[in-house]
């Protein structure tokens, strides 16, 4: 995308925003990447040198629940050292200017959109920061600390992130609000994922198809991904420089 294309794009993208009751976003990795959270399937990405059924499924937790902690301390720490970036500031500002109307559905774990101040946010694979027991089932929040590669509850039963793996169901009431905010919004801003890993993916044609007319759909990020062709307008580059010229774009 040359810079006049961009741009033009961009005018495209706040033309849409500024006529939308709702709006609705869907992030993935690709928004906290400027943050140094390497995303999944980059060719450095977060897979490389693991298997995913190794490190992110029941299964794999099941065969080895230290090397699951390993891979999980290694992002925790990550996370821990990382800042929101311009991308995710520019969601919050959207979100103060549509207010209850705004809704941000996300597939990252890492937190970044609240640390940056985001509060309708629905983590739809669940959170880096919560573990959940096996034994009595609690979630707790543990911020980002170390939990070494064997945590215990305090029942004395097996903790395990509190995160979606590969062949597990979405948490099934933020999973259905999501559903609920794509179908009702006006715009779906559809940031930084692949659209590969579904039912993530599937918010892009539900929002485009549950009304008439269905919603606008503006993907931002690097490249062109399996949402591109349901984008009524696609923003090619950074979502840390793009989604910042959006909202300037916008207005106040
Ligand atoms: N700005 C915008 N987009 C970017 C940037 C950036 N700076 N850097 C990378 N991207 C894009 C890539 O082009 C890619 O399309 O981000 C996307 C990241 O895709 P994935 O690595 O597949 O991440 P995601 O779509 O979030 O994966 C979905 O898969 O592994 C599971 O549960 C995990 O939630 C995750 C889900």
């Not at 995710?88 to 609240?114: I, K, S, Y």
């Not at 980002?144 to 395990?160: I, K, Q, S, V």
Request: aromatic share 6%; with cysteine.
């Amino acid at each position: 995308m040359t810079p006049e294309e961009l741009d033009a794009a961009i005018s495209k993208a706040a033309d849409y925003l500024k006529v939308a009751r709702r709006v609705a976003v869907l992030t993935g990795a690709g928004v906290s990447a400027e943050s140094g959270i390497p995303t999944f399937r980059a060719s450095d990405g977060l897979w490389e040198g693991h298997r995913i059924e190794d490190v992110a499924s029941p299964d794999g937790f099941y065969r080895d629940p230290k090397l699951v902690w390993q891979f999980y301390g290694g992002r925790r720490a990550n996370v821990a050292t990382a800042k929101p970036n311009p991308g995710h500031l520019a969601l919050v500002a959207l979100e103060d200017r549509w207010g209850e109307d705004f809704t941000l559905v996300t597939q990252n774990v890492d937190g970044l959109h609240q640390d940056a101040g985001s509060r309708r946010v629905l983590e739809i694979h669940g959170s880096l920061r919560r573990t959940l027991c096996l034994k009595c089932d609690e979630v707790q929040d543990r911020g980002l600390g170390p939990l070494g590669d064997a945590p215990e509850c305090h029942c004395g039963g097996r903790l395990r992130p509190d995160i979606v793996w590969f062949g597990e169901g979405l948490p099934v009431d933020i999973w259905e609000e999501a559903q609920i905010k794509a179908s009702e919004c006006d715009v779906l801003l559809v940031v930084g994922t692949s659209a590969v890993v579904h039912p993530a993916a599937s918010l892009i044609p539900i929002a485009r198809q549950t009304r008439t007319p269905g919603a606008k759909v503006i993907e931002v990020n690097m490249t062109r991904t399996e949402a591109s062709a349901l984008a009524d307008v696609g923003l090619y580059g950074p979502s840390g420089q793009v989604l910042p010229r959006l909202v300037k774009r916008l207005g106040a």
